[in-house]
Structure formats: structure tokens, C-alpha cells
């Protein structure tokens, strides 16, 4: 992440409290820079929300953490304080952590407010691109009737012009230079993406092509290290391949099981779901390991495997599963077909 400045004096946000529907998420994105500009993005928010007896729930990672629970003082002891590390590098699992943040405020009959730095200074490509995903997303997962505030911090000298105006059409309120105002490059969610000449989807990178993001093409990683067809009979040849390209590239046992496992759900889901059958390819990555399965189905779902399942639900539980083993999991679905990648380091 690049060197910033500062807006200098702490600065009033003007009109934040302007655009709140009476039902769902109010879901704003709050472009800072730098330690002083990152505080009057997160201090006054937290206090009003503690003066008027909410739960308070913050997601951020190191510095910042720290930085904002030496601001708050004795007020932070008031205030749920979790490490981004702690839920991993996979943003499939920030929904279920509103999820329970408004179960619990549900339970004590409270008003519900959050704040998430989801973007990290290390984040990679597909990080990314799960990050702007995960925005576009939680516009939908939050429909009400519960009415709550979650405002997502973004160092803006740190962004590039493509993820910049991902955040102006992931959320509905943009808060810049002190002023928050409805985002007019917002585009709600499930638009369908752009067509090529010959009606298929377009293909796109990491970020920053635009239309419905769920419906992208993941980049082309190049020839993989392997390739295995499957279909109902040959479940067990796809974990057998899974564990030993994982033994391959130096996981440890527990690694290489959370990466068997996690391909035999998806695998099992092409099977049941995907046209009966499927393609699984593996890559080697930065001493881990990639593993991707393609098939023919479409996922009608786009929140699938990011909503904690019930505990009475006998099915559909595979997806969650995955994203809880993997430290990154991409799903894409369109008109071609499915595709879910996997990353486990």
C-alpha cells in the first residue's frame, strides 16, 4: 500500500445520516486518507452508535486496529473489536459475520451498526476481486426488514482507478472529502454482464469490467498441472488426485485433508447439480496449491455457501464447508456453466 497524506483537522461527515431506507442494509463505503482521515471514518461513527445504545461491531486489520482502540479508550470496551485475521483471507466469511452481529443484536432487542477494512495493503488479485465481489454481494444479503448501518473503509491513494470505481457501483452511499452522497455509478445487484458478438458473456480480469461480477470469467491461469474429467462413478479418482497434487507441493496432512474434502463437496455438487459430470485441473501456487472445478450447471443462489446454514438443514451445507477450509474460494456461474477455485496454502 502506497504512502499517504492526511485530510489534516477530523472532519464532520456531512449528510451521513441522509439515505437511510426504513428497512435493510444502509451500506456506505467511506473513502479516507491516512491515520487521521482513517479516524473521523470510524471514532464519531462508533460513538454515535454507542450513544444510542447499539451494538457495534468492527472488522479491521493490524494497524488499524490497534490505532482505532487506542482513539476510543475506555468507550472501546463497549465495542465488539475483531482482527480481520481472524476470519482469513477468504471474504465468503464476512456475511455470516453480520449474520450473527444482527442475530445477537435480534436477541437483546438493539440496533445494529459495523464497520470492515476489507481490502488489505497484501491483498492479491483474486483477493481482490473476492473483496469486490463480496461488496456487490452484500447489498442482497441484507434485503430486511432489519434496519442497519455498515460503512466499509477504503484508503482511496492506496486504490487503483479500476478498484475506485467498483467501489462507487458496489455501494449505494459513498462518504469522500467529508460529504456522503448517493453513489450515481451504483448498479444493483444481478445486472447481467456486458455480451460479446456472438452472445457470450465477455471475458474478464481480476476487476474492473463491469456488469453483473458473479457472472465473470475467472482470468485464464494458463495449462494446468493436471486435468481429470469425472462424473457419478469416479468421485473417489478426483480425492485421490486432490491429496496428491496437494502431497505434491509440500502441504501438510491437514492441509492436504481440507483439500480433499473441499473438492469432493464441490465435485459431488456438479455431479447432483452441474449436468451430471465435470472437469477438475490443479495449478501450483506460491508454495500452495490452486484446484478448480468446472461444469455445466448454473448456480441460481449467488449467495451460496456465504449464509450460515441452519443446524435442522439436511442439505446445502457443501458450499459453506468449502469456503470454511479454503483460504480463498472464487465461484462464478453464468450462462456457460460454473466454475469454483479453490486456494489452500
Given at each position: 500500500?502506497?504512502?499517504?497524506?492526511?485530510?489534516?483537522?477530523?472532519?464532520?461527515?456531512?449528510?451521513?445520516?441522509?439515505?437511510?431506507?426504513?428497512?435493510?442494509?444502509?451500506?456506505?463505503?467511506?473513502?479516507?486518507?491516512?491515520?487521521?482521515?482513517?479516524?473521523?471514518?470510524?471514532r464519531d461513527f462508533i460513538l454515535a452508535g454507542l450513544a444510542a445504545d447499539e451494538d457495534v461491531l468492527v472488522i479491521l486489520g493490524e494497524p488499524r486496529l490497534t490505532l482505532l482502540r487506542g482513539a476510543l479508550g475506555?468507550?472501546?470496551?463497549?465495542?465488539?473489536?475483531?482482527?480481520?485475521?481472524?476470519?482469513?483471507?477468504?471474504?465468503?466469511?464476512?456475511?455470516?459475520?453480520?449474520?450473527?452481529?444482527?442475530?445477537?443484536?435480534?436477541?437483546?432487542?438493539?440496533?445494529?451498526?459495523?464497520?470492515?477494512?476489507?481490502?488489505?495493503?497484501?491483498?492479491?488479485?483474486?483477493?481482490?476481486?473476492?473483496?469486490?465481489?463480496?461488496?456487490?454481494?452484500?447489498?442482497?444479503?441484507?434485503?430486511?426488514?432489519?434496519?442497519?448501518?455498515?460503512?466499509?473503509?477504503?484508503?482511496?491513494?492506496?486504490?487503483?482507478?479500476?478498484?475506485?470505481?467498483?467501489?462507487?457501483?458496489?455501494?449505494?452511499?459513498?462518504?469522500?472529502?467529508?460529504?456522503?452522497?448517493?453513489?450515481?455509478?451504483?448498479?444493483?445487484?444481478?445486472?447481467?454482464p456486458a455480451r460479446g458478438a456472438a452472445g457470450g458473456a465477455v471475458a474478464a480480469g481480476a476487476v474492473g469490467s463491469g456488469g453483473d461480477l458473479f457472472a465473470e470469467r475467472l482470468p485464464d491461469l494458463g495449462p494446468?498441472?493436471?486435468?481429470?474429467?469425472?462424473?457419478?462413478?469416479?468421485?473417489?479418482?478426483?480425492?485421490?488426485?486432490?491429496?496428491?497434487?496437494?502431497?505434491?507441493?509440500?502441504?501438510?496432512?491437514?492441509?492436504?485433508?481440507?483439500?480433499?474434502?473441499?473438492?469432493?463437496?464441490?465435485?459431488?455438487?456438479?455431479?447432483?447439480?452441474?449436468?451430471?459430470?465435470?472437469?477438475?485441473?490443479?495449478?501450483?501456487?506460491?508454495?500452495?496449491?490452486?484446484?478448480?472445478?468446472?461444469?455445466?450447471?448454473?448456480?441460481?443462489?449467488?449467495?451460496?455457501?456465504?449464509?450460515?446454514?441452519?443446524?435442522?438443514?439436511?442439505?446445502?451445507?457443501?458450499?459453506?464447508?468449502?469456503?470454511?477450509?479454503?483460504?480463498?474460494?472464487?465461484?462464478?456461474?453464468?450462462?456457460?456453466?460454473?466454475?469454483?477455485?479453490?486456494?489452500?496454502?
Amino acid at each position: 500500500m502506497k504512502p499517504v497524506g492526511a485530510f489534516g483537522p477530523a472532519i464532520a461527515a456531512r449528510g451521513v445520516e441522509s439515505g437511510v431506507g426504513a428497512t435493510g442494509i444502509r451500506h456506505e463505503a467511506f473513502l479516507y486518507l491516512g491515520d487521521i482521515g482513517f479516524l473521523s471514518a470510524t471514532r464519531d461513527f462508533i460513538l454515535a452508535g454507542l450513544a444510542a445504545d447499539e451494538d457495534v461491531l468492527v472488522i479491521l486489520g493490524e494497524p488499524r486496529l490497534t490505532l482505532l482502540r487506542g482513539a476510543l479508550g475506555r468507550a472501546g470496551k463497549r465495542v465488539d473489536l475483531v482482527d480481520l485475521a481472524d476470519l482469513g483471507r477468504n471474504p465468503a466469511r464476512l456475511i455470516p459475520a453480520w449474520q450473527e452481529h444482527l442475530e445477537q443484536g435480534d436477541e437483546r432487542d438493539r440496533t445494529v451498526r459495523g464497520i470492515v477494512e476489507p481490502v488489505r495493503s497484501d491483498c492479491s488479485g483474486p483477493e481482490l476481486a473476492e473483496c469486490m465481489l463480496h461488496e456487490e454481494l452484500t447489498n442482497e444479503a441484507f434485503p430486511g426488514p432489519r434496519s442497519w448501518r455498515l460503512r466499509c473503509l477504503y484508503e482511496a491513494a492506496a486504490l487503483d482507478p479500476a478498484t475506485t470505481d467498483l467501489v462507487w457501483q458496489t455501494h449505494p452511499m459513498v462518504v469522500k472529502g467529508g460529504l456522503a452522497r448517493p453513489s450515481t455509478r451504483f448498479r444493483p445487484t444481478g445486472v447481467q454482464p456486458a455480451r460479446g458478438a456472438a452472445g457470450g458473456a465477455v471475458a474478464a480480469g481480476a476487476v474492473g469490467s463491469g456488469g453483473d461480477l458473479f457472472a465473470e470469467r475467472l482470468p485464464d491461469l494458463g495449462p494446468p498441472w493436471s486435468e481429470i474429467s469425472f462424473g457419478p462413478t469416479n468421485l473417489g479418482l478426483v480425492r485421490a488426485a486432490s491429496a496428491a497434487a496437494a502431497r505434491a507441493v509440500r502441504l501438510g496432512s491437514e492441509r492436504v485433508d481440507d483439500l480433499e474434502l473441499a473438492v469432493h463437496e464441490v465435485a459431488t455438487n456438479s455431479v447432483r447439480h452441474g449436468g451430471g459430470r465435470g472437469t477438475v485441473r490443479f495449478w501450483p501456487d506460491q508454495g500452495g496449491l490452486v484446484c478448480e472445478v468446472t461444469d455445466a450447471g448454473l448456480v441460481a443462489d449467488r449467495l451460496v455457501g456465504r449464509r450460515r446454514p441452519a443446524l435442522d438443514l439436511g442439505g446445502g451445507r457443501g458450499l459453506w464447508l468449502v469456503n470454511q477450509l479454503c483460504d480463498l474460494v472464487q465461484l462464478r456461474s453464468g450462462p456457460t456453466g460454473t466454475t469454483v477455485r479453490m486456494y489452500v496454502h
